[in-house]
């Protein structure tokens, strides 16, 4: 084994086992189910900011974002910046305004809102959606991580992909979000350090963005259409535009994970600024993997894999010492990710299943106890879902896609307006991934012009929500409005 290899496992033993440290330790302020779920909703600004942006750059924004950018160039800036645009509506407008709610009522989850405002059924259907979603992106979290350590060490990714999930799971299911907030700000600190010094490093390596720039439109036939639509800010079109925004910006409004998180604030202006400042940093913070997947593609043009930019790009345009920080960073990235997911799973399935249908009856240190279980289940889950499915952007899309299409509509309709009732809210929900469903089959996934499947789904839960929540299809639809919740 190369003194490199053995040196960078080493540095991701000891970090792994740093993290898990920490989670250890503050796992013992953790005591009960409130301190697990939503951090005895005692979290300042500025952790809200960490352990948002820790888990916003994870493997889409890391390994994926540079595997587009390697493939779109500049213009694959829109992945993750919808996801910015998406949190800083959920700063400005969604979350203050669930926020209260959330204090209100005592909520822990998503479902517990979506019960309060419809029904226990709405509750029901939407955590069966957000379970199959969760352990979508939970299995593309762990396939970066699998990348990386395949790319470096030659570990199988079947490997790859436990070691990952063993870490965030040992960690998380100790303490839970207050755990996974002191540890985010360990994992937001290597993450941000790596990426800034190694972009910047990898375009000098590269001869600087004018050098880049030539060698990439050489690749394109010259300095022609190809190269300028590469180069550009709106190259994907506007079609490839509104296909990442609608699958993204929703998803970044209407997440659970993030929803919980922000439970988790100890005041509304906790949830203003310290979302607001992630989505801020969000957006700037796209522009890294895009460069850096351009510099890759000026620099390595004829990789099999676009996934493997990244870990390339680090391991053949850095110095050894660098690249091995960046690749911890990487590794940082999609952990913390994945606590937030796992967060996402656990909760939902112990709060909105086994309290809810299974042991109504559960007192507050049985749900402590239960969730952690959970945690542990949906982590193997995980694991096993990320060796099978192929790539990090493929098990991203199935999660976001679901989760756009299914809450976006009923969750702000039942925040903004009195009319809407469960059953309008189920229909909605049914009719929209119904769409999305027939679209995709009948288009093969494309959509039609700039209707992505996604965006179909959506407009057909509008359309459907709209209609039962007028007055004449109210009385036909039944059932009891409980008003806005604000």
């Known amino acids: 084994m190369k003194p490199e290899t053995l040196n960078f496992l080493l540095l991701i033993a000891v970090y792994s086992l740093a993290l898990i440290g920490v989670g250890l330790a503050v796992s013992r302020y953790v005591r009960s189910a409130g301190d697990f779920f939503v951090a005895g909703r005692r979290l300042s600004s500025p952790l809200i900011f960490t352990t948002f942006l820790a888990a916003n750059i994870g493997a889409g924004s890391t390994v994926g974002a540079t595997g ?22 959920l700063a400005l407008f969604i979350g203050p305004r669930i926020y209260r709610l959330s204090r209100r009522y005592n909520f822990y989850t998503v479902g517990d809102y979506l019960e309060h405002r419809y029904s226990p059924a709405v509750r029901g259907l939407f955590a069966g959606v957000l379970w199959l979603g969760s352990l979508a992106i939970l ?121 919980q998180k922000l439970y988790g604030a100890r005041d509304e202006q906790a949830v203003r600024r310290g979302v607001g400042w992630q989505a801020a940093a969000l957006l700037a913070y796209a522009f890294l993997p895009a460069i850096l997947g351009i510099t890759a593609r000026a620099a390595l043009p004829a990789l099999p894999n676009r996934e493997m930019a990244l870990p390339a790009a680090l391991q053949q345009l850095l110095p050894s010492w660098l690249g091995a920080l960046l690749l911890a960073a990487v590794f940082s990235a999609e952990v913390s990710a994945s606590d937030a997911i796992l967060f996402m799973l656990s909760t939902s399935v112990a709060k909105d299943f086994y309290q809810r249908f299974i042991n109504p009856a559960a007192d507050d240190g049985t749900l402590l106890v239960a969730t952690r279980w959970t945690a542990l289940g949906a982590g193997l889950a ?36 009195a009319q809407p009732t469960a059953r309008a809210a189920l229909a909605t929900m049914v009719v929209s991934l119904a769409a999305a469903a027939v679209a995709h089959i009948v288009t093969h996934g494309a959509g039609w012009s700039v209707l992505t499947p996604y965006a179909v789904g959506i407009l057909a839960g509008a359309v459907v929500m709209a209609l039962a929540s007028s007055n004449y299809w109210r009385r036909l639809f039944g059932g009891r409005s409980l008003g806005t919740c604000v």
């Open 139 to 259: 299995a593309g979290q762990l396939i970066a991580v699998a990348w990386i350590l395949n790319a470096v060490a030659g570990i199988p990714k079947p490997l790859g992909c436990a070691i990952g999930g063993g870490v965030v799971t040992a960690y998380f299911a100790a303490g839970g979000l207050f755990s996974a907030a002191w540890v985010n700000v360990i994992q937001l600190t290597v993450k941000m350090l790596g990426f800034l010094i190694a972009v910047p490093w990898a375009l000098a390596v590269a001869g600087g963005w004018h050098a880049v720039a030539l060698k990439v439109a050489g690749q394109q036939g010259g300095l022609g259409a190809g190269a300028e639509a590469y180069l550009g800010f709106t190259g994907i079109g506007l079609r490839g535009i509104l296909g990442y925004a609608v699958i993204l910006i929703p998803s970044f409004i209407v997440s659970p994970g993030l929803i």
């Open 382 to 417: 995980g694991i096993a879902a990320a060796i099978l499915l192929p790539s990090v952007i493929a098990a991203l899309t199935i999660f976001y896609g679901l989760l756009a299409v299914a809450l976006f509509v009923p969750l702000l309709a039942g925040l903004y307006f």
């Open 68 to 89: 587009l950018g390697y493939a779109l160039g500049l213009s694959a800036w829109w992945w993750v910046g919808s996801a910015g645009i998406g949190s800083l509506l």
